[in-house]
Every structure is written in C-alpha cells, then in structure tokens.
C-alpha cells in the first residue's frame, strides 16, 4: 500500500528488495517498513486475467457468482490488478450499483462495465496511478490519477453526472463510494 518501486541505473542504497533487470534495477523502497515482498513460481495461477486486453470472457465468469459486483472485482482470482480505488471508479463510469450481485447484471449492463475496466485502468496509466501518500511511479514522479477520481474519496460531495450526494458505505472492510442515483 504504501513504498517505492524505482526503475535506474543502479540499485536504490535504501533499497530493501533489488530486482535485476536485463536493463538496470529495480529497487523497492520501504522507508516505513509495513510492506512485505511474497515471490511464488505459481502466482500465474493465482491471479485472474489481466483487465487490460480481451474481457470476452467476463460475462460466462459473473454469471457464476452471486458476490457484490464490486467485490467480486477486487478478487484477484477473478481479474487481476483492480484495486479499492479503481473498482469505485469503474463502477460509477459503468452506472453500477456496487452491491449488485455479480450474477444479476444485463448483458448490456455487462458491456458497460467492460467498457469502464478499460477507460479507467488506461487513464490511470495515463496519469501514471494515484498518490494520497508516498506512491511513486517508478520513475519517482507522483501519480496524477486522484485529481480525475470522481466518487472515491468524495462522500458528501456531489455527483459530477446527476448532482446527488455521493455516498460512502463498506463492504468487505474497504470504503466502497457511489452515487446511489445514477448507479443502479
Ligand atoms: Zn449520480
């Protein structure tokens, strides 16, 4: 959740993990030292797709489950690599009330939904991640993405699309922010 990952030259001197890379190092920075590094030959097999890329296959996947849509999301086994801040965005780009059940949207529903992993993950890239504290891109720039989040974090505030008062509630232990309008 929090620490560095730096791409140089040279290994960081802080550096607590070092990665040899075919060109240079990458270095993980730790300062506050609450982040561990698990390295396991299988993890292919533990995490889900990559959101990135074909999604053809989401829509025989939701229909066997009946979790929450939003944390059936953040289950890494089912997609890789969307987090607490990104499924509350991709959810309120698609109009997707978070605690729908995975199993109960339309195909249509569906399809907006796809749309919204892809808009959202490659602005994100594009703004190069989202920084509340000590989040560096591996160049070392802070990201930029948390000025273009539009519900998280913003409970009270109003909705950017309809005006209503968007409003935070957990799920899974994780503040979960939605417009209860126009996300249905
Ligand atoms: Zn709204």
């Keep these: 959740m929090t620490g560095r990952l730096i791409v140089a030259e040279f290994p960081a001197s802080e550096a607590r993990v070092v990665f040899d890379l075919d060109k240079g190092y990458l270095s993980f920075l730790d300062r506050r030292r609450l982040a561990t ?5 299988e993890l292919r097999l533990a995490l889900g797709p990559e959101p990135l890329g074909d999604l053809s296959w989401l ?10 849509i939003k944390l059936w999301l953040l289950d890494q086994k089912n997609i890789a690599g969307i987090g607490n801040i990104y499924a509350a965005e991709i959810l309120f780009t ?4 978070p605690r729908r059940p995975a199993n109960s949207l339309s195909p249509e529903e ?35 993405f948390q000025d273009l989040l539009r519900v998280y974090r913003r409970a009270g505030e109003a909705c950017p699309r309809c ?18 309008r126009c996300q249905r």
């Design 37 to 41: 590094v698990d390295y396991t030959p």
């Design 163 to 180: 005006g209503a008062v968007i409003d935070r509630i957990e799920m899974g232990g994780r503040g979960t922010y939605f417009c209860p």
């Design 110 to 144: 569906i399809q907006r939904l796809q749309s919204a992993i892809g808009e959202v993950l490659e602005k994100a890239i594009a703004h190069r991640g989202t920084t509340f504290s000590d989040y560096r891109d591996p160049s070392g720039n802070p990201g930029g």
């Design 94 to 97: 698609a109009g997707i009330d």
């Design 59 to 68: 829509p025989e996947a939701l229909k066997g489950s009946r979790r929450p």
